[in-house]
C-alpha cells in the first residue's frame, strides 16, 4: 500500500458520500419520507451519521483495493472503470435493493428507483476510482 493507495481511499469515501447524498437525501428523499413507519426522520438519522461516515470510508478503501487487484496496465482506463462499476453494481447494488424489496416493506416503486439512480453512480464511481489508480 502506497500513498495512492490512501488517496484513492479517501477520495472514493468522499465522492461515495457525496453520491449517496445526491442520490438518497436529495432524489429519493420525498419517497423515504412517505414511508415514515419504514425509514427514520433527518433528524433520527443524525443521530446515526457517524456510521454512515464509516460505512463510505469502508466503501472507499474498498472499491480502491478490490480495482487494484484487477488493473490492468495497457488497457482503456475508462473501459477497465465501466466494467468495474457494473461488476460491483451487480454484486451488491443490485442485489441489495432486490434484497431490501423482499425484507422491507417498500413499494417496488422505490426499489426501482433506487437501482436506477444508483447503478449509473455506480459506474461513475468505478470510473474515478481507474483514474486515481491509472497504471504507467
Not at 425509514?39 to 483495493?65: K, P, Q
Request: with cysteine; charged share 10%.
Amino acid at each position: 500500500m502506497d500513498i495512492r493507495f490512501f488517496v484513492s481511499g479517501i477520495v472514493m469515501a468522499i465522492a461515495s458520500l457525496m453520491v449517496g447524498f445526491l442520490v438518497h437525501a436529495t432524489l429519493l428523499h420525498p419517497d423515504y419520507a412517505a414511508l415514515a413507519s419504514v425509514f427514520r426522520s433527518d433528524e433520527e438519522g443524525m443521530n446515526f451519521f457517524h456510521w454512515m461516515i464509516l460505512a463510505h470510508v469502508m466503501i472507499g478503501f474498498s472499491l480502491t483495493w478490490i480495482y487494484r487487484q484487477g488493473v490492468q496496465a495497457g488497457t482503456s482506463t475508462i473501459g477497465q472503470g465501466v466494467r468495474f462499476g457494473i461488476a460491483i453494481a451487480c454484486l451488491m447494488t443490485i442485489p441489495g435493493y432486490l434484497i431490501y424489496l423482499a425484507v422491507l416493506k417498500i413499494p417496488a416503486e422505490l426499489a426501482h428507483k433506487q437501482m436506477v439512480y444508483d447503478v449509473p453512480f455506480v459506474i461513475f464511481l468505478g470510473v474515478l476510482v481507474a483514474f486515481l489508480n491509472k497504471k504507467k
